[in-house]
């Protein structure tokens, strides 16, 4: 596979190679590739071409793709925005980026589209409604239907290797959220990358988008169906009984989810095994690593870890499916050229072609994210593998400063999670001594739990408190709910 140098290039080599195969349930490769060059030509004759910013507020959907792809051709730049987000964080993302259109659905039936543009800045000129819901106006804006956008007949391409492609935003549990720039030549090449490391181009493959497409998670595995010709299943939202069933109907191959995600579906599924999985990476989002590897031998999802970030993009590393270290985050790089160390502080350190450009209006930011010799700082801490890969520890930030020691918190949580009893751990430090949140499971028992921590952990790693909850506190990311762990922190010094 030819390494694209933009997305016009991945799109129009797959609908060449395939034009017959299908893309979505009910759309060809070649019909694609023809919708997303009549859309441009809709775009073009909106006024928006080289340079301008589009902001994508839609569900999995097709046309989020599509629209994507449209953008790509016109030389524009999408910035992603969770359809989780509200007013105040969208006023605050597109104050930032100053985009002169958004695109919404105004028939997605958890949003409404009104409330998050109450008053919209001064940068946007208009409405692209994609939907079927014809002209109109929303928050004063005029709306241009998806129906007029498809009727300008087809658009010359002015995609470069160099064009600003899109933005995602970093996921807000840490120091705030930032609009991380990639241009098309990063985000192509990777979804090429990936497709040849996955297998995404072999005859029958097929993805489900069940993970957001504006996080870097849904979106990386996407973009590789689409350079592999994959054919792509999507879900608005995810449901683990649809997303079973739409497993079956599709006969899905790849994935990527969090692990609260896949232990949803694995209870769906009810032990009936999936037949055609090829790959499933899974990140451990709320620490359930083990209780995902179980249930992939047992459903045949052939689940592993990955690494990445917005900044990296998702799927950077993974590890492999049959070896010793499949349950860890990290593994090896997708890319030949990418390349990986760990400084002396355990951070990790990323080189590579899928990386982003900088932080959109944050030069200050982007200077603090580089080393001199330009390596990113991804503010993970890792260590090798002895395969050759590395293995994810945990953020730099979540890292246990305890008797005299750096200690990931998963060390422990690990720990308690196969203790009988206990659903899920999360570990944080309050006062120099860990702190251990735990969900609990039937046959709990405290006072168990904390002896077998004194008879089998070292003295400073056992848990000064353990305190049951019914759930963690979590936030939606754009790759999916994270766990608030600095509330767990607070929380913890109450």
């Known amino acids: 596979m030819n390494r ?70 016109r030389g524009a730049c999408a910035v992603m925005l969770n359809t989780r987000f509200r007013a105040a964080e969208i006023g605050n993302l597109l104050a930032r980026a100053q985009p002169v259109a958004i695109a919404v659905a105004r028939d997605f039936a958890t949003v409404d589209a009104a409330e998050v543009l109450p008053d919209p800045p001064a940068s946007l000129r208009l409405v692209l409604g994609m939907d079927a819901l014809g002209q109109g106006t929303l ?28 933005t995602f935003t970093t996921s807000g549990t840490t120091a705030g959220p930032k609009l991380v720039l990639h241009r098309q030549a990063g985000i192509a090449g990777h979804a090429a990358d ?4 996955l297998g995404t181009d072999v ?30 299943a999507c879900m ?27 232990l949803k579906l694995a209870e769906a599924a009810a032990g009936s095994p999936f037949s055609t999985f090829a790959f499933t990476g899974f990140a451990g989002f709320h620490g359930q690593s083990d209780r995902v590897m179980a249930a992939s031998d047992a459903l045949n999802l052939r689940a592993r870890g990955v690494y990445g970030s917005s900044e990296a993009q998702a799927l950077f590393a993974g590890q492999d499916a049959s070896g010793p270290h499949r349950a860890a985050g990290g593994g090896r790089p997708v890319s030949e050229s990418a390349e990986w160390r760990i400084a002396e502080d355990g951070e990790l350190l990323l080189r590579g072609p899928s990386l982003f450009d900088r932080y959109l209006g944050d030069p200050e930011a982007t200077a603090r994210a580089m080393t001199p010799e330009n390596w990113f700082r991804s503010g993970d801490l ?65 006072a168990a739990v904390q002896a077998a921590c004194r008879d089998r952990l070292a003295k400073f790693k056992v848990p000064a408190r353990i305190v049951a909850l019914d759930a963690f506190p979590v936030v939606d990311g754009p790759n999916g709910p994270k766990i608030q762990r600095n509330r767990l922190r607070e929380m913890a010094a109450g």
């Open 194 to 197: 990936v497709a040849a490391r």
């Open 203 to 232: 005859k029958g493959a097929a993805v489900l988008a069940a993970v957001p497409l504006c996080g870097t998670f849904g979106l990386s595995m996407a973009l590789a169906g689409v350079a592999g010709g994959a054919r792509i």
């Open 4 to 73: 694209p140098a933009t997305l016009t290039e991945l799109l129009e080599t797959t609908a060449a190679g395939d034009p017959d195969g299908l893309a979505f349930p009910g759309m060809t490769w070649a019909e694609a590739a023809l919708r997303v060059r009549r859309m441009a030509a809709g775009l073009a004759r909106a006024g928006i071409g080289t340079g301008d910013r589009v902001a994508v507020f839609l569900p999995n959907r097709p046309d989020f793709l599509l629209l994507l792809f449209a953008l790509a051709r």
């Open 382 to 446: 890792a260590e090798p593998q002895p395969d050759g890969g590395f293995a994810f520890l945990t953020r730099r930030g979540d890292a246990l400063r305890i008797g005299g020691f750096l200690v990931s918190p998963e060390e422990i949580e690990g720990f308690l999670q196969a203790q009988p009893g206990i659903a899920a751990a999360q570990v944080v430090e309050a006062c120099g001594r860990p702190v251990a949140f735990v969900i609990p499971a039937p046959g709990y028992d405290e």
């Open 139 to 166: 928050a004063g804006l005029p709306v241009l239907p998806r129906d007029a956008l498809l009727a300008a007949g087809e658009a010359p391409d002015l995609a470069t290797p160099e064009s600003e492609c899109l």
């Open 236 to 262: 608005e939202r995810f449901d683990a009984a649809a997303a079973d069933a739409l497993i079956r109907a599709e006969g899905v191959t790849h994935m990527v989810g969090g692990d609260d995600l896949l």
